[in-house]
C-alpha cells in the first residue's frame, strides 16, 4: 500500500508560481515510478510529470516544459511540483500518482490550482 497526501495549491495571478507537494508513504517506494496529473473542470485527467525513485529521470507534458519542474527527496518520501509562469490553462485539480508500471496505481486526493488571468 501507498498513501499519497498533495498539498500546496491554491490561487495565484497569471504568470505566478507555486510549488505543490506529496507526500508519500508505504513500503518499497523505490518500485514506483511518481507521477503528477491534472484534471480542469469538464477534462479528461491528463498526465502532465513524471520521475523515477531511482535514477531521478523526469519527462514531462509539451503543455508545461519549461515552466515545470518535478523532483524528489528520497529521505524525506516526498514528491514536489515547482510550477513557474503559471497560465489561466493551468487550472485544475492536481494528483500525485505512484504507479509500480504493473497495473498498480495510487491516488491522492488533489489539489486545487487556479490561475486568474
Known amino acids: 500500500q501507498v498513501q499519497l497526501v498533495e498539498s500546496g495549491g491554491g490561487l495565484v495571478q497569471a504568470g505566478g508560481s507555486l510549488r505543490l507537494s506529496c507526500a508519500a508513504s508505504?513500503?518499497?517506494?523505490?518500485?514506483?515510478?511518481m507521477n503528477w496529473f491534472r484534471q480542469a473542470p469538464a477534462k479528461e485527467r491528463e498526465f502532465v510529470a513524471r520521475i523515477t525513485w531511482g535514477a531521478g529521470s523526469t519527462s514531462y507534458a509539451e503543455s508545461v516544459k519549461g515552466r515545470f519542474t518535478i523532483s524528489r527527496d528520497n529521505g524525506k518520501n516526498m514528491v514536489y511540483l515547482q510550477m513557474i509562469r503559471l497560465k489561466p490553462e493551468d487550472t485544475a485539480v492536481y494528483y500525485c500518482?505512484?504507479?509500480?508500471?504493473?497495473?498498480?496505481?495510487?491516488w491522492g486526493q488533489g489539489t486545487q490550482v487556479t490561475v486568474s488571468s
Open positions: 500518482n505512484a504507479d509500480d508500471l504493473t497495473g498498480t496505481m495510487y
Open positions: 508505504g513500503r518499497t517506494l523505490s518500485r514506483y515510478v
